[in-house]
């Protein structure tokens, strides 16, 4: 396993790059820290390469002098509206005399699964996740390396992505300089930072509030089932209020951050903020409880989007330990309150644990994904490229592969 891990984050809103060390004490310690605002990306998507790349690099290069380690790889995390989800089956049948479960059958069960999946041209598959497995028809098994039996079938969670989202990703990354060790599904990784073990067995959603999306992942008996991506988050409740408030947008960033609230009835009819508003040169005094308003109002909408997206998972009533918001959004006040009354579930804001170092500068929602793919670096990586022990999968050889074909395109590309 190696003793240095970086990952990026790259978001609408922010591009934050950690680079983290394993510690004399065996504890993941952050070194550095580098968080600059996004360019070139709208809902989670590359939109302008150049623009990206530039803000990748300057977040790039603030890690490295504050860790005072070059960044040369890291693991990425992905997300945006072309992502998508499908469950797939896939059985094998044990030939060894012993017909003893080997690791190699897990493997081989998987990737049936993976193969028999009607996946179009345009996608390339990002993650392949057993979400169970059957044994000679015993239902509910783990893990079945080990065990004796004839037939292994195994029901997988696969993610996909749009190749061309995928490809101008990881031509951001390669114009750095930075080798993509691994895309990771950013709900994923988020949940490695800020859900339980109990909770991932219980059933949960974890609902990732975003700049211009909110990524949804559901679990249930230890593993991911469902995977969802809402084409709403934080800049949505801004531009709101640049709307509503005729107000520039970093003003109504700031308000939104210092005295936004999806709490309106409780705020006096006289109360008033002061916010710059276009057309004027002084700040001008509008209703604070007009603020609050329009950000209920797209609050209750982005619920109300989570809630359909839980209904078409099947796990709509089946989540005892409710639901966990996080990243940057989800600090919004009001929110997690406002969801328990409409989801008729437990809610809680879930913030990073699991590392050490600058913990000052990443417990904080917004850091979720961030810390959540240096965990999973940490916890996956070492076991060569592996996914979480329920997948046995080799996506790091996947993505080592695949990269190595989109470089050949592209050299092909400037002959």
């Known amino acids: 396993m190696p003793d240095v891990f970086s990952a990026i984050d790259i978001g609408t809103t922010k591009v934050c790059t950690l680079v983290a060390q394993i510690n004399a004490n065996d504890e993941l310690e952050v070194l550095g820290v580098g968080v600059v605002p996004a360019r070139g990306m709208q809902k989670g998507m590359v939109v302008n390469i150049d623009e990206a790349a530039e803000a990748i690099r300057a977040s790039v290069q603030r890690a490295e002098r504050t860790s005072g380690r070059r960044v040369t790889s890291a693991l990425v995390g992905i997300?945006?509206?072309?992502?998508?989800?499908?469950?797939?089956?896939?059985?094998?049948?044990?030939?060894?005399?012993?017909?003893?479960?080997?690791?190699?059958?897990?493997?081989?069960?998987?990737?049936?699964?993976?193969?028999?999946?009607?996946?179009?041209?345009?996608?390339?598959?990002?993650?392949?996740?057993?979400?169970?497995?059957?044994?000679?028809?015993?239902?509910?098994?783990?893990?079945?390396?080990?065990?004796?039996?004839?037939?292994?079938?195994?029901?997988?969670?696969?993610?996909?992505?749009?190749?061309?989202?995928?490809?101008?990703?990881?031509?951001?990354?390669?114009?750095?300089?930075?080798?993509?060790?691994?895309?990771?599904?950013?709900?994923?990784?988020?949940?490695?930072?800020?859900?339980?073990?109990?909770e991932r067995e219980a059933g949960v959603a974890l609902v990732d509030i975003g700049g211009g999306t909110?990524?949804?992942?559901?679990?249930?008996?230890?593993?991911?089932?469902?995977?969802?991506?809402?084409?709403?988050?934080?800049?949505?409740?801004?531009?709101?209020?640049?709307?509503?408030?005729?107000?520039?947008?970093?003003?109504?960033?700031?308000?939104?951050?210092?005295?936004?609230?999806?709490?309106?009835?409780?705020?006096?009819?006289?109360?008033?903020?002061?916010?710059?508003?276009?057309?004027?040169?002084?700040?001008?005094?509008?209703?604070?409880?007009?603020?609050?308003?329009?950000?209920?109002?797209?609050?209750?909408?982005?619920?109300?989007?989570?809630?359909?997206?839980?209904?078409?998972?099947?796990?709509?009533?089946?989540?005892?330990?409710?639901?966990?918001?996080?990243?940057?959004?989800?600090?919004?006040?009001?929110?997690?309150?406002?969801?328990e009354e409409m989801l008729h579930a437990p809610v809680r804001v879930g913030a990073p644990e699991g590392v050490t170092g600058l913990v000052d500068t990443v417990n904080d929602p917004a850091y979720a994904t961030s810390v959540g793919l240096l965990l999973w670096a940490e916890n996956y990586e070492g076991n060569g490229g592996d996914e979480p022990p329920e997948s046995g999968f080799d996506l790091g050889a996947l993505f080592r592969n695949f990269l190595g074909i989109l470089r050949n395109r592209w050299a092909e590309a400037r002959n």
């Open 79 to 198: 997300t945006g509206t072309h992502i998508q989800s499908v469950t797939n089956t896939g059985t094998v049948t044990i030939t060894r005399a012993d017909h003893l479960i080997s690791d190699e059958d897990v493997e081989r069960v998987i990737e049936t699964a993976r193969n028999t999946v009607a996946i179009p041209a345009n996608r390339e598959i990002i993650h392949v996740i057993a979400r169970s497995f059957t044994l000679d028809g015993q239902e509910g098994v783990k893990n079945p390396v080990g065990l004796y039996g004839f037939r292994l079938d195994v029901e997988a969670h696969i993610i996909t992505g749009a190749i061309n989202s995928i490809q101008n990703l990881t031509k951001c990354l390669d114009t750095v300089g930075v080798r993509v060790e691994n895309l990771v599904l950013e709900p994923l990784a988020s949940a490695e930072a800020v859900l339980s073990d109990d």
């Open 214 to 339: 909110s990524d949804i992942a559901v679990f249930a008996g230890g593993s991911v089932t469902y995977t969802a991506v809402i084409p709403v988050g934080g800049h949505q409740f801004t531009q709101d209020l640049v709307i509503g408030l005729r107000t520039p947008q970093a003003a109504a960033e700031q308000a939104k951050l210092e005295k936004g609230s999806v709490e309106a009835a409780s705020i006096p009819p006289e109360d008033n903020i002061s916010i710059d508003v276009f057309g004027h040169g002084e700040p001008r005094q509008v209703p604070h409880r007009l603020m609050n308003e329009i950000l209920r109002m797209r609050a209750t909408e982005l619920v109300e989007l989570v809630q359909a997206a839980l209904n078409r998972s099947g796990y709509g009533a089946l989540l005892p330990a409710g639901v966990v918001f996080t990243g940057g959004g989800s600090s919004l006040n009001g929110l997690a309150q406002l969801a």
